[in-house]
């Protein structure tokens, strides 16, 4: 039987990242290992039949076998299961709330998404104002809780730790998109907190120049280490490594990059 057990993920994954920032907080980050998977290849056949046939990760695999999937009910799992702490709230009510934000998390990142992914110009709009629409909704839902602070309660929480790995994959819209939040009321609470989210020391796991480069292929329309037409590497790739490319063109619309131009051939 193994030591502890074993996250099968992609390094850049946002429901990933939320796992290690959660870990980060509780001070134990060597309590689950982490095993990478490569999305540019075919699934290895030991992992799918642990997972019974489902490609999506993260996957939590426990020290006797059994499997956890979800990255929520993964993240709940280990707030529970590791440390001396919750990072959940402990007071029911407070634990209600900060449900009630996290509810608001899928339809949130879906829409970033399909936003970055959309391939026509005339949608660009309509795509803008979805999001809009959903970032002014969080903003009246922490103004709702607790519209002096910085966080949903008084501190990086269990909604923040969900949270901010979409803030930082939503840089793939300030880059190709333009996509910034207006400077008005109506998105001044969720700006604030949304700023703190990005820059809390448990959630430094990638950068903004990491995001773009191996996000660049969803810009096109293309998600989950499938391949762009005309091209031969997914921008998922793990070599050449994302620091030694060069940065992708910011006009999704225009000319597309080819392997060469975006450093995805190995010398």
Request: hydrophobic letters at 40%.
């Amino acid at each position: 039987m193994r030591d502890c057990p074993i996250v099968y993920h992609i390094p850049v994954c946002p429901f990933s990242q939320r796992l290690e920032i959660l870990l980060a907080l509780k001070g134990t980050p060597d309590a689950v290992a982490f095993e990478v998977v490569d999305i540019t290849r075919p699934r290895d056949p030991a992992l799918l039949r642990k997972t019974r046939g489902t490609t999506a990760l993260p996957v939590l695999e426990m020290t006797d076998g059994k499997i956890i999937k979800e990255s929520l009910v993964i993240l709940r799992y280990l707030d529970e299961a590791i440390g001396d702490r919750q990072i959940r709230r402990s007071d029911t009510l407070e634990h209600a709330v900060e449900g009630m934000l996290i509810g608001r998390e899928g339809a949130f990142t879906m829409a970033g998404y399909l936003y970055v992914m959309n391939r026509d110009p005339a949608e660009t709009g309509p795509h803008r104002e979805r999001l809009l629409a959903l970032y002014r909704d969080l903003n009246d839902f922490l103004l709702e809780h607790n519209p002096e602070g910085t966080w949903l309660f008084e501190e990086f929480g269990l909604a923040e730790a969900v949270f901010t790995p979409i803030f930082m994959r939503f840089w793939f819209l300030d880059y190709f998109e333009g996509f910034d939040l207006p400077d008005a009321p109506g998105y001044a609470r969720v700006a604030r907190w949304r700023t703190a989210c990005l820059g809390h020391p448990a959630a430094q796991q990638v950068s903004r120049e990491q995001i773009v480069k191996l996000y660049y292929d969803y810009a096109l329309g293309a998600g989950n280490g499938s391949l762009p037409e005309g091209r031969t590497v997914s921008s998922f790739t793990f070599d050449p490594e994302w620091r030694d490319r060069p940065w992708p063109p910011r006009d999704k619309f225009g000319p597309t990059a080819t392997d060469t131009d975006l450093g995805l051939l190995s010398s």
